[in-house]
């Protein structure tokens, strides 16, 4: 008989996976957006940044889950935001998560508050 992990090391191990995909594409995201713009990369502001989209891509990652995303999706959807980035992630999430619990949309001038 084979050894299997159990079921919860297997739910713990894509959560690692998919937070590290989307710090990654962040951190490249971020060094290609510079370079791009023809600026020098600052890699302590590169990390952070892949830091952050590590922790939006983990949001992500459990949001596909809650919806039953597919596998292939859901890395899809992660790496994604990554790519895009934490500020439009978040918006993103933010947006979806008040219309499930029935919040009001936001206001621009709300957020400055």
Same mark, same amino acid.
């Given at each position: 008989? =084979?050894?299997? =992990? #159990? #079921? !919860?090391?297997?739910?713990?191990?894509?959560?690692?996976?998919? $937070?590290?995909?989307?710090?990654?594409?962040?951190?490249?995201?971020? %060094?290609?957006?510079?370079?791009?713009?023809? &600026? &020098? %990369?600052?890699?302590?502001? +590169?990390?952070?940044?892949?830091?952050? +989209?590590?922790?939006?891509? @983990?949001? %992500?990652?459990?949001?596909?889950?809650?919806?039953?995303?597919? #596998?292939?999706?859901?890395?899809?959807?992660?790496?994604?935001?990554?790519?895009?980035? =934490?500020?439009? $992630?978040?918006?993103?999430?933010? $947006?979806?998560?008040? +219309? &499930?619990?029935? @919040? =009001? &949309?936001?206001?621009? +001038? !709300?957020?400055?508050?």
């Amino acid at each position: 008989m =084979p050894i299997t =992990p #159990p #079921p !919860d090391l297997n739910a713990w191990l894509d959560n690692l996976m998919h $937070t590290l995909f989307a710090a990654f594409v962040g951190f490249m995201a971020h %060094v290609f957006r510079t370079l791009e713009s023809k &600026k &020098k %990369v600052k890699i302590a502001l +590169s990390i952070v940044h892949g830091i952050c +989209s590590g922790i939006v891509g @983990f949001m %992500v990652g459990q949001l596909c889950k809650y919806y039953g995303a597919q #596998p292939e999706l859901t890395w899809l959807i992660v790496g994604l935001a990554g790519w895009v980035g =934490p500020e439009i $992630t978040i918006h993103l999430l933010e $947006t979806s998560v008040r +219309s &499930k619990l029935g @919040f =009001p &949309k936001r206001n621009d +001038s !709300d957020a400055s508050s």
